[in-house]
């Protein structure tokens, strides 16, 4: 009973986030300075055909009502799919339409970045936390540390360039889809998933290896060691998997911050995921696209900050047990 | 933005041991080094006009592409014959000014609300909260763009630019309202901490003003937790500021970190990629020196940010 | 220093067979009398004669240095040369160009002017068809003009309402025969018919389509399969194509055309070297060094490239005269003698491109060594700036609005310290592609980078530098001298008048200073080495059959015919 209620309570306050955060999405168009419908479609008005085109998109945005009223238009539409559009004279290219294709693709980005992440982060926590204090685990942490203070933009023009121009080794931009060909879309997605998953590794290799110190100093680790389990049982079968929980979260709300914050990396490949639509939205001065792709890029956020929320407590022993004894 | 993600949430994540990369406390060789690095980055990009360097916006035709050490140019030419040196230390001006503005901002707006809502509670913790929450669930990047397009989006009716100054307050200002929710945070969760100190409730008792009690008893306990992320932060921004200048929206008139890399792309496959590498490099031993000490200040106070 | 080479030992094997290979029919030529060369890297323009005749079938990726996100709603279009290159890939022009720049039939049969060129009279082939099947005949082409020129209900014109202001009207007269009669002499009338590739005929249904930038109709040689905007656009073979190749083929020989936008040219120039891209077209205004490179590689034949400096477009800055500073010849003119433009060529460009003197590049009509253009007077330029200030009471500064392009906002930046030099206060801002345009009709500039030009008949051109309510002139000069010699031209018969009075027109314009000259450009198509076909425009003989290529149109600021790429199979 105690967990549907903790799950009541996250459900309010997740509908309120959303609440506030698309509140604010569409506040944004009211930032931009001028007329936005001129933005829109900068286009001189000089004929009927452009003056009539300009009111119409004016009541399409609800220009002319007050705030309230242009949110709860917006979330209508936006609920049902209509995301608004590009903006031409003669017509308009639905968001929806091309937010479908690009989701998909920065998606499979960061969920290529995070398993490679933790598959190379997971064997290094555990091995520098088993000789912590080694010079080997000094030289790692530092690398580590080292590697968080790249940024993620020089990566992606070092890579593009020296891997995929000069050795000529693999693609530096554009995409393929995984249906059309797998190998290719494979080899397209290589370089854009190393360079986002350099950071992360860093990030959770120490977090993995922080908990597992802990870990390893507890009781349940002593005896398992006593009564003679070799070493490594000890490190993968009983101290990883209560130490791992803080990584598996971290890098689960990862996946819903990289959906945008991987916009540079996606731009410098030429990735034709959700940040570059983004990007292109601004170089083309169409705020009611960026305000779209702001909204959806929260939402999906949002939303897998709570999942993992619930999953975290749902699984977490401690939480757990505390409720359960009280 | 991986350090901004990994501050939030290892907020609400359990205990831990925060993670010392030199195994110590104390500052150390290493901490001395990056404290150097700073001075010296600092007090070049403060003091550059005054100091013996080329001009920055002046082109030199015969360093064009070249690299280090051409024609006395330390740091060689950029794309159009542009003193590297000059170009890199004017950059860090126009960087660190933009960072540090935002962060600063971050801090006092940040800091503001975080001490409130971790002392007074309540209600009023709530609804902080849920402010903070509410901007933290935009991706700090995307956030920033955003703001940066729409504020620093010209007038359509006027003239097609915008100025310098106008854009860098934008800068800062987008950068800065990106920071205030983690630093709201972070100083939240320090102050929940510590307002449950033994001296602070005897301050209470003994019927002290509450701004009193805040500024006097708990600000400075919680300020090595403000400013350990303050320099990560810092950090953070530096790398944001090149983000965004990579994207076109960044600071165009004068040269800046970001804008140098930008412009240098292209001058990657025509054999001058000093372009690119020499402000990564800033770049880089700056915010390694910057998350060293952050790091050093968060072991050194203890600071566990493990209060949900 | 050039780029390095792909992994060596990859591309080692695949030259070795591939030389092998030139050399066997090297020899087979030579003992067959012929006498062909080995080396499968060209020059200037043209086709390479050694790659054999072309094969059908396979695919290529183009790439173009932008989108056109409004899409090829043609008469409604105002397209760049990324734009041309697509809207040639799926639509025809009544008329195309040959190799002294001359309008030629293409879609059309003829195209013949009565005695005083006031009628024209275009004949359609037979038996053509739109890529939905419906037929090319004289009421679909009526309706396309009209819709150019305005006068169709349902689209509306931008720019080629003024470019066709002087049509008077359109008939129908007979199933394939369209008359089209002007308010006076227009002795070039056939060359707009061709507008630098950008007045295709379009379908009926696109014509009267909500979404007519999207749904692309058209009779040209590849169908539109897949529109994924700034990403690609996918066509196949029309199989139903009207045009053969000199040998009886039936054109296009590829199978498939893919193109892909990418503004910067590296990453072109990468893709290209990484195979994901197979072509692209490139253009010395913005990246003379990459074309030195490329010429490196086609050198050694990595790559094969066409490259063309005939019929060139020139790059310059455009001024805004209808306000200040630029409203006084006095502040134009020091701007244009302010800059060290050999200096900035040298250092940006390595010098590749020529110096522009005038908009008329050498060999077209109109050019001519002496146009007047001043040279680099820094001196001259300083008391220039202070006459200004002393007349007008006011500081010489303005902004320069420049294209979103690395390399153009570099020049720019370049030339702003020599404009500072001579006491200018100058700050750049700048504008994204798409914007360009809106911004140079609205006037919203003082400077603008622009590019234009490109050299067929200067007739062309006309509305361009016409004053008098002219919006389209985005100077916004009303200058009656200008105004006579543009009439002249378009009205005037004998040739050698003509050339004339297009080399005064330069002249005057030059006098002027409404543009200061930057470089012709030189447009070059790399390729990988086993694509071919390159080609600016061909001419079609009779019953659409492609000439053998001696009448081929070099330029390539145009874009070149999809139709005739071929890739090796």
Not at chain 2, 14 to 34: D, F, H, I, M, N
Request: hydrophobic share 45%.
């Amino acid at each position: 009973m105690n967990l549907a209620r903790e799950l009541g309570k996250r459900v309010l306050a997740l509908a309120v986030v959303l609440f506030l955060v698309t509140l604010f999405t569409s506040f944004l168009l009211t930032l931009v300075p001028g007329d936005p419908v001129d933005t829109l479609v900068p286009v001189p008005d000089e004929n009927e055909i452009i003056l009539e085109r300009k009111a119409q998109i004016r009541e399409r945005l609800n220009l002319d009502e007050p705030f309230p009223i242009q949110y709860a238009a917006w979330l209508g539409d936006f609920v049902t799919g209509d995301m608004g559009s590009y903006y031409r004279v003669t017509d308009e290219d639905p968001v929806f339409d091309r937010a479908k294709e690009a989701l998909p693709v920065s998606l499979q980005l960061v969920l290529y970045s995070q398993i490679l992440a933790l598959v190379i982060a997971v064997p290094m926590g555990v091995l520098t936390a088993y000789r912590a204090g080694t010079r080997f685990d000094r030289a790692t942490n530092a690398s580590a540390f080292g590697l968080l203070a790249l940024p993620n933009f020089v990566l992606a023009l070092v890579l593009a360039y020296y891997v995929g121009v000069w050795l000529g080794w693999l693609p530096v931009d554009g995409y393929v889809n995984f249906a059309d060909d797998p190998g290719e879309h494979l080899r397209h997605m290589v370089l854009p998933t190393v360079t986002l998953a350099a950071s992360q590794i860093a990030i959770y290799m120490r977090l993995l290896r922080s908990d597992m110190v802990a870990t390893l100093q507890e009781d349940f680790i002593q005896m398992a060691r006593s009564k003679g389990i070799s070493d490594r049982r000890v490190l993968w079968r009983h101290a990883l998997r209560p130490s791992s929980l803080t990584v598996l979260t971290v890098a689960g709300l990862n996946v819903g911050a990289l959906i945008g914050g991987a916009v540079v990396v996606e731009v410098i490949f030429r990735l034709p995921g959700i940040g570059t639509e983004l990007a292109q939205a601004i170089l083309q001065r169409q705020y009611v696209a960026l305000q779209s792709f702001v909204a959806i890029i929260a939402i999906v956020y949002v939303l897998v900050n709570f999942a993992v929320d619930i999953l975290y407590t749902v699984i977490d022993p401690r939480i757990r047990h505390a409720r359960a004894g009280g | 933005m991986s350090i901004e993600t990994i501050t939030t949430d290892v907020a609400t994540a359990p205990a831990s041991e925060p993670v010392e990369v030199s195994g110590t406390r104390k500052l150390g060789p290493l901490g001395w080094v990056c404290i150097s690095w700073l001075v010296a980055i600092v007090g070049a990009a403060v003091l550059a006009p005054i100091l013996p360097l080329d001009d920055p916006s002046e082109s030199f035709g015969e360093i064009a592409r070249q690299g280090p050490g051409a024609s006395g140019h330390i740091l060689g030419g950029d794309s159009i014959g542009r003193d590297m040196l000059s170009r890199v230390i004017f950059g860090a001006r126009t960087s660190l000014l933009i960072a540090v503005g935002a962060v600063l901002l971050g801090l006092l707006v940040g800091g503001f609300f975080g001490l409130l809502a971790g002392y007074v509670r309540g209600r009023v913790d709530t609804v902080l909260t849920t402010l903070f929450n509410v901007f933290l669930s935009i991706p700090a990047l995307v956030l920033a763009l955003s703001l940066v397009a729409v504020l620093a989006s010209p007038d359509p009716a006027g003239q097609d630019s915008i100025s310098h100054t106008r854009r860098v307050v934008v800068l800062i200002l987008a950068l800065g309202i990106v920071t205030v929710p983690i630093l709201g945070r972070i100083t939240r969760a320090s102050t929940l901490s510590w307002a449950e100190r033994e001296f602070v409730k005897a301050a209470e008792v003994s019927g002290a003003r509450p701004s009193r009690i805040i500024f006097r008893e708990v600000l400075p306990n919680v300020l090595p937790a403000m400013m350990s992320i303050a320099l990560l932060g810092i950090a953070v921004a530096i790398v944001a500021e090149g983000s965004l200048a990579l994207l076109g929206v960044g600071v165009q008139e004068e040269p800046t970190w970001g804008n140098i890399i930008a412009g240098g792309r292209r001058e990657l496959s025509n054999d001058a990629p000093h372009i690119v590498f020499v402000p990564s490099a800033a770049i880089f031993f700056t915010v390694l020196s910057l998350n060293y000490l952050g790091d050093v200040i968060r072991a050194r106070f203890d600071v566990r940010e493990a209060v949900l | 220093m050039g780029r390095r080479k792909r992994n060596p030992s990859g591309t080692t094997s695949r030259w070795t067979i591939r030389a092998a290979l030139v050399l066997v029919f090297a020899l087979v030529a030579v003992a067959c009398g012929g006498g062909g060369s080995s080396s499968e890297s060209d020059g200037g323009g043209g086709t390479d004669e050694d790659a054999g005749p072309p094969q059908m079938g396979g695919k290529v990726v183009y790439g173009l240095e932008a989108e056109t996100t409004d899409g090829w709603c043609l008469p409604e279009g105002q397209l760049a040369i990324s734009g041309i290159q697509v809207a040639r890939s799926i639509y025809d022009t009544l008329t195309t160009v040959n190799d002294e720049g001359e309008a030629v039939p293409f879609l059309a049969q003829s195209v013949e002017p009565n005695d005083d060129y006031t009628e024209w009279t275009i004949e359609l082939r037979e038996g053509i068809k739109f890529h939905d099947g419906s037929d090319l005949d004289a009421e679909v082409v009526k309706n396309n003009l009209d819709a150019y020129r305005g006068k169709y209900t349902g689209r509306n014109s931008v720019l080629f309402l003024f470019v066709l202001q002087d049509i008077a009207d359109v008939t129908v007269e007979g199933p394939l025969t369209v008359k089209v009669t002007t308010s006076r002499p227009w002795v070039a009338f056939d060359s707009f018919l061709f507008s630098s590739g950008r007045m295709g005929m379009v379908a009926q249904a696109q014509l009267d389509s909500d979404a007519c930038g999207r749904e692309l109709v058209g009779t040209g040689p590849f169908k539109l399969v897949d529109w994924r905007v700034n990403s690609s656009m996918k066509l196949e073979r029309n199989p139903d194509y009207w045009r053969t190749d000199a040998d009886g083929n039936q054109l296009p020989y590829l199978d498939e055309l893919e193109y892909q936008p990418t503004p910067e040219a590296t990453q072109l120039q990468n893709g290209l070297d990484a195979g994901s891209v197979d072509a692209f077209h490139v253009s010395s205004n913005t990246n003379a060094l990459i074309i030195e490179d490329l010429r490196e590689q086609a050198d050694s034949g990595d790559i094969s490239m066409t490259e063309s400096g005939d019929f060139a477009e020139a790059g310059f800055l455009m001024l805004n005269v209808t306000k200040p500073p630029f409203d006084n010849p006095i502040a134009r003119e020091a701007a244009a003698i302010a800059v060290d433009r050999e200096e900035q060529n040298n250092v940006l460009n390595n010098g590749i491109p020529e110096l522009a003197n005038g908009p008329f590049a050498e060999g077209a009509l109109g050019y001519t060594e002496d146009s007047g253009y001043p040279e680099y007077d820094p001196d001259r330029a300083k008391d220039l700036v202070t006459q200004y200030e002393e007349e007008t009471g006011e500081q010489l500064e303005f902004t320069i609005s420049a294209v979103q392009d690395t390399a153009v906002l570099q020049a720019v930046e370049f030339a702003k310290q020599y404009y500072e030099d001579a006491g200018m206060t100058v700050s750049v801002t700048s504008v994204e592609q798409s914007a360009l345009i809106t911004t140079a009709i609205e006037k919203n500039y003082q400077g603008i980078t622009w590019r234009n030009y490109p050299g067929q008949d200067p007739d062309n051109l006309y509305v361009w530098w016409y004053g008098a309510g002219n919006p389209v002139n985005f100077m916004g000069f009303d200058d009656p001298e200008v105004n006579e010699l543009l009439d002249q031209g378009r009205t005037t018969t004998d040739a050698a008048e003509r050339q004339q009075i297009y080399e005064d027109l330069n002249k005057e314009l030059n006098k002027e200073f409404y543009q200061l000259w930057a470089s012709w450009t030189i447009w070059a198509v790399p390729a990988a080495s086993d694509v071919h076909g390159m080609v600016g425009a061909r001419p079609v003989g009779e019953d659409g059959v492609s000439t053998d290529g001696s009448s081929d149109y070099p330029g390539l600021a145009l874009g070149v015919d999809p139709a005739l790429i071929w890739r090796e199979q």
